[in-house]
């Protein structure tokens, strides 16, 4: 790819709603207010050449945090203010917005501040709300708190600029960044500051923090980050001391971390001798997104009075940077698929169990003896049958309750007809087979259809004709043995209209599998034989139905013996699962899911996998395979087959990314077009 193409705005993060920020522990020594300013310094050199938009860094650290009494001795915060001009003088060939700590003085107090520094401006100044004064804490011994501080100026280092705690810091060149700051306690308060500040409009809540260590305290304040980023519905950047401060009575870990959504996205190393750096980028438009969608947020907002109404906004412009610096922020490729290695039973039994449980309600509800479900051999139809097999087991029912056919047509391997088989034997269902052909021969005989008079026309009459008579077949079925059908197509069908209407793989009594996506169903298929779900006759079976190509199995197989391949005709599925995640979940323009899908999948090596992941089957793609398949997606998901999902079974939700009922997360027009996606993707993408 040409240095050129890589100059399109495409490939600048800022395009997309991204703030790159940092938390810093830079080198400092107690009560040293040189050195630490020239350490202060050297970071902000070192989050520049990073092309950082912003960089936190501890509470008080111009002074230093854990100096005493130190804080009332005039020489240090005349030091302490002089150091603040260094700063703010170096900063002005710096591209950061530098968030930084020190002792302050007005109208005769001292306060604890946070000061906004950016382009050689002293942009606004924070005084800390909560001052704690306990256990080893004493700033109310030093320190006026600021929390009836709003509406006014304070004057450092000879500028007079605003002070207070109803500030927000806006970026007028990046829609969504609007940056809040609280101060260590305040983190700890029932009713933290950040709350009122994301209310009043803030997507991104800095805290500037000393807080010493003690054995399970990052625990905590992981805890809290997580909590009032998830809450707040924002972005949470915490900086805390490191090792530099006193330790008089007590230890620093120097701890740094941002969240964003209750999802972790970087951590600084803790006790670390050097500066500390993490950097991540964080997703301002996403948070937006979240709170248009989130009407509860709004009502929180107009609760508290519109606290929009009464802060003060400082608005500055972010530096520019070069349009590709890459992207620092963990993607997920199966966006689906639960990645928390240390919970990944638990995620995995909690979705499969979702599964079952609703599978279980719908028999005890319905009264019906038996469950009918037409057995493929394919990813599908397997996991809907081992969750029907676990809800007898659960319900205390012999498998025999469940009535599995395999219905082979014109284009059914022996390998999957085989697999089918095993399975139910392995499984111990009441197995029966049906074959479909000369049924469905006599059907296209009566429609004229040019396949009855020997010739290979493999249409989709030729297709639906098949899929329709195994609908027809099941739902006779279950009506001749009083049960129902348990549906096997996946969500991720049901996004691309790959099912056949109404008389077809659409339809069924109830559809278990509709809010699993195919990526979340290959990989509980390995969880359940990971963790012996099954016996090792059945596991045996579903390995073998993992290897096997994905195929409706509807038209024969070629001259080479090659079958029909879905991934070939609508794309990979972990593709599709991707866009699909970032459409329904997200609501994000085509080019953002394509920019953040080049960066998930173009190099197989970077970045983490799902546990246990096959080797072979990591995969990498171009950004030209992505816009190809992201192009086809949008026609198929907006404008195609909506009609589809509006008239689906019922069927439990089971990932927050969504599912597609129109009773559930998605509702749609059904003869909605895709234009206004297909030209935000053609305008956005670059030459490929």
């Given at each position: 790819?040409?240095?050129?193409?890589?100059?399109?705005?495409?490939?600048?993060?800022?395009?997309?709603?991204?703030?790159?920020?940092?938390?810093?522990?830079?080198?400092?020594?107690?009560?040293?207010?040189?050195?630490?300013?020239?350490?202060?310094?050297?970071?902000?050199?070192?989050?520049?050449?990073?092309?950082?938009?912003?960089?936190?860094?501890?509470?008080?650290?111009?002074?230093?945090?854990?100096?005493?009494?130190?804080?009332?001795?005039?020489?240090?915060?005349?030091?302490?203010?002089?150091?603040?001009?260094?700063?703010?003088?170096?900063?002005?060939?710096?591209?950061?917005?530098?968030?930084?700590?020190?002792?302050?003085?007005?109208?005769?107090?001292?306060?604890?501040?946070?000061?906004?520094?950016?382009?050689?401006?002293?942009?606004?100044?924070?005084?800390?709300?909560?001052?704690?004064?306990?256990?080893?804490?004493?700033?109310?011994?030093?320190?006026?708190?600021?929390?009836?501080?709003?509406?006014?100026?304070?004057?450092?280092?000879?500028?007079?600029?605003?002070?207070?705690?109803?500030?927000?810091?806006?970026?007028?060149?990046?829609?969504?960044?609007?940056?809040?700051?609280?101060?260590?306690?305040?983190?700890?308060?029932?009713?933290?500051?950040?709350?009122?500040?994301?209310?009043?409009?803030?997507?991104?809540?800095?805290?500037?923090?000393?807080?010493?260590?003690?054995?399970?305290?990052?625990?905590?304040?992981?805890?809290?980050?997580?909590?009032?980023?998830?809450?707040?519905?924002?972005?949470?950047?915490?900086?805390?001391?490191?090792?530099?401060?006193?330790?008089?009575?007590?230890?620093?870990?120097?701890?740094?971390?941002?969240?964003?959504?209750?999802?972790?996205?970087?951590?600084?190393?803790?006790?670390?001798?050097?500066?500390?750096?993490?950097?991540?980028?964080?997703?301002?438009?996403?948070?937006?997104?979240?709170?248009?969608?989130?009407?509860?947020?709004?009502?929180?907002?107009?609760?508290?009075?519109?606290?929009?109404?009464?802060?003060?906004?400082?608005?500055?412009?972010?530096?520019?940077?070069?349009?590709?610096?890459?992207?620092?922020?963990?993607?997920?490729?199966?966006?689906?698929?639960?990645?928390?290695?240390?919970?990944?039973?638990?995620?995995?039994?909690?979705?499969?169990?979702?599964?079952?449980?609703?599978?279980?309600?719908?028999?005890?509800?319905?009264?019906?003896?038996?469950?009918?479900?037409?057995?493929?051999?394919?990813?599908?139809?397997?996991?809907?049958?081992?969750?029907?097999?676990?809800?007898?087991?659960?319900?205390?029912?012999?498998?025999?309750?469940?009535?599995?056919?395999?219905?082979?047509?014109?284009?059914?391997?022996?390998?999957?007809?085989?697999?089918?088989?095993?399975?139910?034997e392995a499984l111990g269902i009441t197995a029966e087979e049906i074959d479909i052909r000369p049924a469905a021969t006599r059907m296209l005989e009566d429609m004229d259809h040019p396949f009855a008079d020997g010739e290979p026309v493999y249409d989709v009459t030729f297709e639906n004709v098949q899929a329709g008579l195994r609908t027809d077949y099941l739902f006779r079925l279950a009506g001749h043995y009083s049960g129902f059908v348990i549906g096997t197509g996946d969500l991720s069908e049901l996004a691309l209209g790959w099912c056949t209407y109404g008389v077809g793989d659409q339809m069924s009594h109830y559809a278990v599998n509709s809010g699993v996506p195919k990526t979340l169903i290959q990989y509980l298929i390995r969880w359940a034989v990971g963790t012996e779900q099954f016996d090792k006759a059945t596991d045996k079976v579903l390995m073998s139905i993992l290897d096997t190509e994905i195929s409706p199995e509807l038209v024969p197989a070629d001259a080479k013996g090659e079958i029909q391949s879905t991934e070939s005709i609508i794309g990979p599925y972990e593709l599709n699962d991707f866009f699909l995640h970032h459409t329904i979940r997200w609501g994000q323009r085509p080019s953002k899911i394509a920019f953040l899908a080049w960066h998930a999948w173009k190099d197989a090596e970077a970045g983490l996998w799902p546990a246990?992941?096959?080797?072979?089957?990591?995969?990498?793609?171009?950004?030209?395979?992505?816009?190809?398949?992201?192009?086809?997606?949008?026609?198929?998901?907006?404008?195609?087959?909506?009609?589809?999902?509006?008239?689906?079974?019922?069927?439990?939700?089971?990932?927050?990314?969504?599912?597609?009922?129109?009773?559930?997360?998605?509702?749609?027009?059904?003869?909605?077009?895709?234009?206004?996606?297909?030209?935000?993707?053609?305008?956005?993408?670059?030459?490929?």
């Amino acid at each position: 790819m040409s240095a050129d193409n890589r100059n399109h705005a495409f490939y600048d993060l800022r395009k997309h709603g991204f703030l790159r920020v940092a938390t810093s522990t830079p080198r400092t020594r107690t009560a040293d207010v040189d050195y630490n300013v020239e350490g202060i310094i050297s970071e902000a050199r070192r989050a520049h050449d990073a092309g950082v938009d912003l960089v936190v860094y501890p509470e008080l650290c111009i002074s230093s945090y854990a100096i005493d009494d130190l804080h009332l001795q005039n020489a240090m915060l005349d030091a302490a203010e002089k150091g603040v001009a260094k700063i703010v003088a170096a900063s002005a060939e710096l591209a950061p917005c530098l968030l930084v700590g020190a002792p302050l003085r007005h109208n005769d107090r001292i306060y604890n501040c946070a000061l906004a520094i950016a382009g050689g401006e002293l942009l606004g100044v924070i005084p800390k709300s909560y001052l704690p004064n306990y256990r080893e804490y004493y700033e109310k011994r030093w320190f006026a708190h600021g929390r009836s501080i709003q509406g006014k100026t304070i004057t450092v280092a000879g500028s007079e600029v605003p002070f207070g705690t109803d500030l927000i810091f806006s970026a007028d060149n990046l829609p969504g960044c609007k940056i809040f700051v609280e101060i260590c306690e305040d983190y700890w308060s029932p009713t933290p500051p950040s709350t009122t500040g994301a209310l009043a409009g803030a997507t991104v809540i800095a805290n500037l923090s000393a807080s010493n260590i003690t054995i399970g305290k990052s625990d905590e304040r992981h805890l809290l980050a997580r909590a009032q980023s998830s809450r707040a519905v924002c972005a949470y950047v915490y900086s805390a001391s490191g090792h530099g401060e006193s330790t008089t009575d007590l230890a620093w870990d120097g701890q740094g971390m941002t969240y964003e959504l209750g999802d972790l996205l970087a951590e600084s190393e803790r006790f670390s001798l050097d500066a500390e750096l993490s950097i991540a980028d964080v997703d301002c438009e996403r948070l937006v997104a979240e709170r248009q969608r989130m009407q509860t947020f709004n009502d929180a907002a107009e609760a508290a009075g519109r606290p929009e109404d009464s802060f003060r906004t400082v608005t500055f412009s972010l530096a520019s940077h070069a349009k590709d610096r890459g992207l620092i922020r963990p993607i997920r490729r199966f966006p689906f698929v639960p990645n928390r290695q240390n919970k990944l039973d638990e995620d995995c039994y909690e979705a499969f169990n979702i599964q079952v449980d609703g599978l279980m309600r719908r028999l005890e509800a319905t009264h019906a003896k038996c469950m009918v479900i037409g057995v493929s051999g394919g990813l599908d139809s397997t996991h809907a049958l081992i969750v029907a097999a676990k809800c007898c087991d659960r319900l205390g029912l012999p498998r025999s309750t469940i009535r599995g056919y395999t219905m082979p047509g014109f284009g059914t391997s022996d390998h999957t007809k085989s697999n089918a088989w095993k399975l139910m034997e392995a499984l111990g269902i009441t197995a029966e087979e049906i074959d479909i052909r000369p049924a469905a021969t006599r059907m296209l005989e009566d429609m004229d259809h040019p396949f009855a008079d020997g010739e290979p026309v493999y249409d989709v009459t030729f297709e639906n004709v098949q899929a329709g008579l195994r609908t027809d077949y099941l739902f006779r079925l279950a009506g001749h043995y009083s049960g129902f059908v348990i549906g096997t197509g996946d969500l991720s069908e049901l996004a691309l209209g790959w099912c056949t209407y109404g008389v077809g793989d659409q339809m069924s009594h109830y559809a278990v599998n509709s809010g699993v996506p195919k990526t979340l169903i290959q990989y509980l298929i390995r969880w359940a034989v990971g963790t012996e779900q099954f016996d090792k006759a059945t596991d045996k079976v579903l390995m073998s139905i993992l290897d096997t190509e994905i195929s409706p199995e509807l038209v024969p197989a070629d001259a080479k013996g090659e079958i029909q391949s879905t991934e070939s005709i609508i794309g990979p599925y972990e593709l599709n699962d991707f866009f699909l995640h970032h459409t329904i979940r997200w609501g994000q323009r085509p080019s953002k899911i394509a920019f953040l899908a080049w960066h998930a999948w173009k190099d197989a090596e970077a970045g983490l996998w799902p546990a246990g992941f096959p080797d072979d089957e990591k995969n990498a793609y171009t950004l030209a395979t992505i816009a190809q398949w992201l192009e086809k997606f949008l026609r198929r998901f907006f404008a195609f087959s909506q009609f589809k999902r509006s008239a689906i079974p019922n069927g439990p939700k089971v990932s927050a990314g969504g599912a597609l009922s129109p009773r559930g997360d998605w509702r749609a027009p059904s003869d909605a077009v895709a234009d206004v996606w297909l030209a935000e993707l053609s305008e956005g993408l670059p030459p490929l």
